[in-house]
């Protein structure tokens, strides 16, 4: 089985956006991979945190993935600070990179410039590195990301072909798998732009939300005045994000699905619908582990000392091949 790995920030809300975009998925490859889920703690570092707030979402994620229905026996599930050797391997990466490299790395550029008089740590500008080293510590052959990281996997490639060219044979050299289409879910009221956490507005359906909420949110949801239920993205951006999301719960095509219908009201209120029973039983999970936080901790630990197996390991082939003694 090939190996698998993924991380996820910490982070208090996770959307439809998320749930369908990319945790739906990372449930459906643990089947056929060895599937390793990290919550990156400290890639959240990178950008000021509140202790109490890190420690809460760092539970309140690794609780999602489970709600959602990662398995812990299955795969390998872990927060990241608790594997003591990414950071370690994270230096050995920070010295494999060039300067010139992290500089052209678009999200260090968006999230710097975005606001010039901000704290900017120099974690962020290295974030890089550390990502690698979460990749390459588990010989990893494939990692699910979206478009938005496909930079920090080919920089991944770049650092372990780098690192095998200098010092020998050490690192597995990944590639980026692309997540099934039609799950890019738009903002039920700017259906021009992704569903986001930092837009949490009226166009916005949380995993966690109230569910009749959700039903009125749906209700509510920017569509076009020509009444014809086509999927056409340009054309009927609403629309289309309404067919998109009904087909990604139901396992449809959002094409095929736009012929059973001929009116809005229908189509909205059947894409709540699915919203709904597929939420309500992840609800009921994850109020489960909610009530139980020493069970999650619990977890955690088995699943970084299953990670740590692995990584020490790597980690070892790297340090003697760079020349660190024992
Ligand atoms: N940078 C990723 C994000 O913001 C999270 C991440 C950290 C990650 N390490 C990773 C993703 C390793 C895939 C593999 O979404």
């Known amino acids: 089985m090939s190996r698998l790995f993924s991380g996820i920030q910490p982070s208090g809300e996770v959307h439809l956006g ?9 449930v459906t490859l643990q089947d056929e991979h060895d599937a390793i889920y990290c919550v990156v703690d400290l890639h959240a ?26 398995d812990p026996e299955r795969s390998t599930m872990f927060v990241q600070s608790q594997v ?4 370690q391997l994270a230096w050995l990466m920070e010295c494999t990179v060039s300067y010139g490299e992290l500089s052209r790395m678009t999200a260090f550029k968006d999230k710097s410039n975005r606001d010039s008089t901000s704290f900017i740590s120099a974690g962020l500008f290295t974030y890089p590195a ?18 938005d990281q496909r930079q920090h996997v080919e920089i991944t490639r770049d650092i372990a072909e780098r690192f095998n060219s200098r010092h020998g044979d050490t690192f597995v050299v990944p590639a980026h798998i692309i997540p099934p289409a039609g799950a890019r879910i738009m903002d039920l009221q700017n259906p021009g732009n992704k569903m986001s956490k930092s ?4 166009g916005t359906v949380n995993v966690l939300d109230d569910l009749a909420k ?3 949110r749906f209700k509510r949801a920017v569509t076009d005045s020509d009444g014809d ?3 056409d993205v340009d054309a009927k951006p609403g629309v289309s994000n309404l067919l998109s999301i009904l087909g990604a719960v139901t396992d449809r095509d959002p094409e095929a699905l736009a012929d ?34 020493a069970e999650t901790m619990r977890l955690l630990r088995l699943g970084a000392d299953k990670a740590e197996v692995i990584a020490s390991e790597v980690l070892a082939r790297a340090r003697r091949n760079v020349g660190l003694i024992d």
């Not at 837009?199 to 009226?202: E, F, I, K, R, S």
Request: no cysteine.
């Open 18 to 26: 998320n749930l369908l975009g990319a945790l739906v998925n990372w």
């Open 45 to 70: 570092l990178t950008l000021p945190q509140v202790a109490d707030e890190l420690r809460r979402s760092t539970i309140a994620t690794a609780q999602m993935l489970l709600a959602v229905g990662i």
């Open 84 to 87: 003591p050797q990414h950071p």
């Open 130 to 147: 550390l990502q690698a080293a979460d990749i390459l510590l588990y010989d990893t052959d494939v990692v699910p990301v979206g478009a």
């Open 199 to 202: 837009v949490d507005g009226a």
């Open 214 to 216: 959700i039903a009125k």
């Open 229 to 231: 239920v086509r999927f």
């Open 260 to 293: 059973e219908y001929s009116q809005y009201g229908p189509l909205k209120g059947d894409t709540a619908d699915a919203v709904i029973a597929m939420l309500e039983p992840i609800q009921a999970r994850y109020r489960e582990l909610e009530d139980d936080p």
